[in-house]
């Protein structure tokens, strides 16, 4: 049996050192030491400028959808966790399903095409097993029919295509820090518990501030829960789209 749910531990002396940092700095929420160190070498390692962390991996989704869904039909994957899909009707969106590519298990470019109506206002695509989705493929459909495009990404921490980060390329992608992942987080508040971490990438931030009503209540509520400061999800603008 392969423990999937098994999270990598640092030695627990390590451990101790930033629970002590913590607990003697008194700053258990709202953007701890922790959370501001994250951000920082998370947007080193992966090439990215703008990242920001929030407590759990539907947060992000959710304020993608907000800023860009505006209650339209989203063209999604089946094949993904169940929070893709519940973000879309959490916010008032409706959920248009395609089939996925036989060989990567990704959303089908050409099944998006004839899924997309008057309604259509994003592509909402996941990358499976580490393997991108036909990204040139659904930019080019994005152009084309002036759509928005958000990348759950949540199985490619740490890809590269074609020499950029995964979370280069379209208006937003998020990465999960499930335990689940490859890279994970964890915390202790009176037991371990795990938070998810998304990697937002936006062509330009600017617009949350135009649209921000609900979103802005979504994005304080991410930022309430941080026992261990490092709850988390990134945003990164892209601002070459």
Known sequence: MIPVTKTYLPAIERYHE???EIWHSGI??????LVVELEASLKKDLNQDHLLCTSNGTIPLQIALKLYGKEGEIITTPF????TTAAIQWEGCKPVFVD???DYWTIDPQKIIKAITPKTTCILATHVFGNPCDIESIEKIAKDY????????????????????IFSFGDISTCSFHATKIFHTA??????????VQCFNRANLDTIDDRM??????????HVMH????????????RDR
């Open 18 to 20: 930033k629970v002590n």
């Open 28 to 33: 258990l929420t709202n953007r701890g030491s």
């Open 80 to 83: 993904s966790y169940v929070a």
């Open 100 to 102: 996925i590519e036989r």
């Open 146 to 165: 002036n759509l928005k495009v958000i990348y759950d990404a949540a199985h490619c921490f740490g890809v590269n295509y074609n020499g950029k980060s």
């Open 187 to 196: 915390l202790l508040c009176s037991s371990v518990c795990t938070f998810l």
């Open 213 to 222: 009503g609900h979103a802005q209540c979504v994005y304080r509520r991410a």
């Open 227 to 238: 026992p261990y400061n490092m709850g988390a999800s990134l945003i990164s603008h892209n």
